[in-house]
């Protein structure tokens, strides 16, 4: 008798410590939500309907129906959205969660900024799985806050490698195996980089097909987009190779890129390289090179994520696209500062106005390219490549979602390119992407029409993730949270 009360009462100690720990952390139970009299944009390609109710229970949406019609349960935690828009969360397909030092650089950095921001879904793109796996189940046990967490674990590139983590791949063998490991290690997809050599990657994608998983990333240099496109590559990252495949120059310029540098080469003398290799590659841009490119990318269903903050604000930084004095800095820790300092110095250091002019010719090219794509029917998903340089986690994929329709794409595209189609990539559409009933209940209140005006989606009011609300008070605690560990020495 002793035994079992002593038993019964530490049981329920432990579940009090647990409840308690839970809410600590800032994670909650799903909860019975009620949105009423809201304005619905469910990203399917309907017209916003206006004064509707959707109902939230367990995670999921229950129940969407005009306001008339939908009676709210009791004990539903009521919404207002008179006036307001709801919109499914976003997605931001290309992100590195843990390239900020861990365990706290993801954690007290980068998540709680996704969040603020309406990011409910990402796809890393570069990581180590331990570290990944460790997020995604403190996310999901609801430990911690987060989004929905796909990763590729590490890079499969040549010798040196690009970047870290990665696992050099010299030989088909070699190659094989590791898409094997990484299969056998949890990932979701095999990411290659830019200094894989032909035979790995072919290797790569025969290996992919057979594992049944697919590889997408970096065209390597070595290859071109087309090649690449007709090799299986589920999706192009920021546009690598698809310049330089509407170029009738291609192969000379190809050589010319991958060249080593001259022995005793001068600073000034690899710049004025760099600059007569640019404008070459401006000059000899082709519409009707582009357009078999286009037709290929459209016919293999090969998916493009440009990530036009990394574009803009790094690859090719100008003056004028330098995020160094940006307010959002006051989010980022020192040490984080101080790794995009150097990246912006080194982009900016010896250039001139040529090189600047030639830059922003490249980002005007690369919109007029996406849009020409986006005609064509080559899906295209909404991406940051956050945390590089001057690319914030969370409020960039806002900033490309505008760069997407400056590109041409409408505000529902654009829109869509961050909840619609990421949930078809990832083969998720059943689950989530869409305000319908039974689908996971990642959902922002906005102010304003996104529809009107894209830069609308940053004036949230409210995230719903996976079923737990969180109002504009409990997002200004989470940036505040950012702030203040971004201040500590």
Not at 51 to 75: E, F, Y
């Amino acid at each position: 008798m002793y035994t079992s009360l002593t038993r019964g009462l530490f049981g329920f100690v432990f579940l009090l410590f647990s409840v308690l720990s839970f809410i600590s952390c800032g994670a909650r139970y799903p909860e019975k939500i009620a949105i009423t009299r809201v304005t619905l944009i469910d990203a399917t390609g309907a017209p916003p309907q206006q004064d509707m109710t959707v109902l939230v229970a367990d995670g999921r949406i229950s129940a969407i129906g005009h306001s008339t019609q939908v009676a709210v349960p009791s004990k539903y935690r009521h919404v207002d959205g008179s006036g307001k828009f709801l919109i499914p969360g976003l997605a931001d397909m290309h992100i590195h969660l843990t390239g900020a030092g861990e365990p706290s650089g993801s954690r007290e950095f980068i998540l709680p900024l996704l969040v603020a921001n309406g990011i409910t879904t990402v796809r890393d793109m570069g990581g180590k799985v331990e570290y990944l796996k460790e997020l995604r189940a403190e996310i999901s046990s609801g430990k911690r806050l987060g989004p929905q967490i796909f990763f590729t674990g590490p890079y499969l590139d040549g010798n040196p490698p690009s970047f870290q983590p990665s696992i050099v791949v010299q030989t088909p063998a070699e190659a094989a195996a590791a898409v094997d490991k990484l299969k056998a290690e949890g990932v979701d997809f095999i990411k290659v980089q830019s200094r894989l050599q032909p035979e790995p990657y072919y290797a790569i994608a025969d290996e992919a097909k057979k594992d049944k998983i697919r590889f997408l990333g970096h065209v390597p240099d070595s290859i071109t987009a087309a090649v690449a496109s007709d090799s299986g590559q589920a999706s192009i990252e920021h546009l690598t190779g698809v310049l330089l495949g509407c170029s009738t120059r291609e192969a000379e310029l190809r050589e010319q890129q991958v060249a080593p540098a001259k022995a005793g080469e001068s600073q000034e003398e690899k710049l004025a390289r760099e600059r007569a290799w640019t404008k070459d590659l401006l000059d000899s841009y082709s519409d009707e090179q582009a357009a078999r490119l286009i037709h290929k990318f459209a016919a293999n269903r090969t998916w493009q994520v440009p990530t036009f903050p990394t574009l803009v604000h790094l690859g090719f930084v100008t003056p004028e696209t330098d995020l160094g004095n940006d307010p959002r800095m006051k989010y980022v820790p020192e040490k984080v500062r101080e790794t995009w300092q150097e990246g912006r110095n080194t982009q900016l250091a010896g250039r001139d106005s040529t090189d600047f002019a030639q830059r922003a010719a490249i980002i005007r090219r690369s919109l007029e390219i996406v849009d020409k794509m986006n005609q064509a029917g080559v899906p295209i998903m909404a991406g940051t490549d956050a945390a590089a340089p001057n690319v914030f986690p969370g409020s960039s994929l806002h900033e490309d979602l505008a760069y997407l329709v400056q590109a041409g794409l409408t505000p529902l595209q654009a829109l869509q390119a961050a909840t619609a189609r990421p949930a078809e990539f990832l083969e998720r559409s059943a689950q989530q992407g869409t305000i319908q009933v039974g689908k996971r209940a990642d959902l922002l209140l906005l102010d304003a029409n996104p529809l009107d005006d894209i830069h609308n989606t940053t004036k949230i009011r409210a995230v719903i993730l996976n079923g737990q609300l969180l109002e504009r008070s409990d997002l200004d605690k989470l940036l505040a949270g950012v702030e203040r560990f971004a201040a500590k020495p």
